[in-house]
């Protein structure tokens, strides 16, 4: 059981550039999520989605677009990057919405943006 | 609003010493409380969670946590620390009825355990 799986693990862009951070969980979870870590700051929600086909934003959306037409999959895309999004991004899934299920998370992708 | 705060951006312990990890909440209503682990180039790892019922709690790895209303506390603890121990941890909240009962994390508390 693969659980939550993230690509690339490893990143670099420069300013201007776009792209798509891909996540894929195979535990049939509804609710899927973005966050990226940034020092100090702990975990930030940047997108997240309650099923497929609805997607809604978090705490910090600006730059960044999302789309869910499957269960499986939930990528996360850079429109424009920005020096400002260098960061570590995690994805990560949980059963429904309910309050006393647990998130599982990929192994994160550490963007640089130059 | 809610919030989660973890005073110490790093804790040291001997080994097999006990060990605390620190978070204070800030709820309305009742809490839903988790931690979770992050070794180094790894993703969060889930340890253990508070929904209701007694305030400790087991989890994973020998650790357990100790839910204190009165105090708005729920702080990590173990009572021999290994070297493998060392990491980054994550006290966190549910977030209820906002944005999908999304995660609010503390800012992390490394943790050095050394032999």
């Known amino acids: 059981n693969a659980g939550v799986t993230q690509t690339p693990k490893f990143q670099v862009l420069k300013t201007g550039q776009s792209m798509t951070l891909q996540c894929a969980q195979d535990m049939n979870h509804e609710y899927m999520s973005w966050y990226r870590q940034d020092p100090g700051m702990g975990l930030r929600l940047i997108h997240y989605?309650?099923?497929?086909?609805?997607?809604d934003q978090g705490e910090v959306p600006n730059g960044y677009n999302v789309s869910r037409s499957t269960t499986e999959d939930f990528p996360l895309r850079l429109l424009s990057a920005a020096p400002s999004q260098t960061s570590v991004y995690f994805c990560?899934?949980?059963?429904?919405?309910?309050?006393?299920?647990?998130?599982?998370f990929g192994q994160g992708t550490r963007l640089t943006v130059v | 609003a809610q919030s989660v705060a973890q005073p110490e951006d790093q804790v040291n312990v001997a080994e097999g010493n006990p060990l605390t990890v620190k978070c204070t909440y800030s709820v309305s209503g009742n809490p839903y409380l988790f931690w979770y682990v992050q070794y180094p180039n790894r993703g969060l790892q889930f340890l253990l969670k508070?929904?209701?019922?007694?305030?400790l709690v087991k989890g994973s790895y020998g650790f357990e946590a100790e839910f204190n209303k009165s105090q708005t506390s729920f702080h990590l603890k173990k009572p021999s620390a290994l070297v493998s121990d060392s990491a980054l941890y994550f006290c966190?909240?549910?977030?209820?009825?906002?944005?999908?009962?999304?995660?609010?994390f503390g800012q992390g508390t490394e943790l050095s355990v050394k032999p």
């Open positions: 989605s309650v099923g497929a086909g609805i997607t």
């Open positions: 990560a899934s949980k059963r429904g919405q309910g309050s006393n299920t647990e998130a599982f």
């Open positions: 966190a909240v549910r977030d209820m009825g906002n944005q999908g009962g999304k995660l609010i």
């Open positions: 508070y929904i209701t019922g007694d305030n």
